[in-house]
């Protein structure tokens, strides 16, 4: 008898059984590593990203499974080694990782704790946040010291460290006005990363906004520049600029 109203995630099984067959039986599959694969978890979630900035939502569900695939196949190679390797988590570890987090970093939901709002949110997250750094560094034998800085990945696009650096110093009580700009290299674009967030808003979408609006309007100058019968090569500037200043509004 199948299940008329099956619980949301039972899929998820099925992805996790598809996974295990492509890595027995599948000779590009079952050579995959960690490492490997690495390039195509940022490149599917950059094109999730760019579904979700065009709005092509029945699309965003692909997407979302291609990024969903990544996580189960690195679950399938870390399953793989044997008992007792400290490398070695299965599809559950991953979960139970991520359920164990969540639910701990949010006591106004999962425990006792109430909250006043976002503000207070935030707040507690990143008292968690910076006990639990504290306990890891003790548990790799440090002596607990950490920095309000930790954790903060450079392997992401640099507007977006700068911002999410910027925030968290600022957000642990560090002055918003000493942040800015240095007088050295890339100071004057920190400057406006920071000026950006004093406004509430997110400086890596809103660059990726004024990026789209770029490509939109030199594309929409050439297609005047052709119906004109120019080539668009060609133009000089001041014939870029004709077409250009048609494309305002």
Not at 46 to 68: A, N, S
Request: charged share 35%; proline share 4%.
């Amino acid at each position: 008898m199948t299940d008329e109203n099956p619980r949301p995630g039972h899929r998820v099984l099925r992805l996790v059984e598809v996974m295990d067959t492509l890595r027995r039986e599948c000779p590009w599959d079952r050579s995959q590593t960690h490492e490997s694969l690495a390039k195509y978890l940022i490149q599917e979630a950059y094109e999730t990203l760019e579904t979700i900035e065009e709005g092509d939502y029945p699309q965003l569900r692909e997407e979302l499974g291609d990024v969903l695939l990544q996580v189960v196949f690195h679950a399938a190679i870390g399953a793989e080694r044997f008992e007792g390797d400290p490398a070695r988590f299965t599809v559950d570890d991953v979960a139970d990782a991520i359920i164990d987090k969540m639910t701990r970093r949010h006591p106004h939901v999962f425990g006792a704790v109430e909250v006043s709002g976002t503000d207070e949110v935030w707040s507690n997250w990143e008292a968690i946040k910076a006990a639990e750094r504290e306990a890891k560094a003790k548990a790799d034998g440090g002596d607990g010291r950490t920095s309000v800085l930790d954790g903060v990945p450079f392997a992401q696009p640099a507007v977006l460290l700068a911002y999410e650096l910027q925030k968290r110093a600022v957000r642990n009580g560090f002055p918003a006005d000493l942040v800015g700009d240095d007088g050295a290299e890339g100071g004057e674009l920190f400057a406006a990363v920071a000026a950006e967030r004093d406004q509430g808003r997110d400086p890596e979408t809103d660059l990726r906004a004024a990026a789209r609006r770029f490509d939109a309007r030199v594309r929409a100058a050439e297609d005047a520049a052709r119906a004109d019968g120019r080539e668009p090569r060609e133009l000089s500037e001041g014939q870029w600029r004709a077409y250009w200043s048609r494309t305002v509004g």
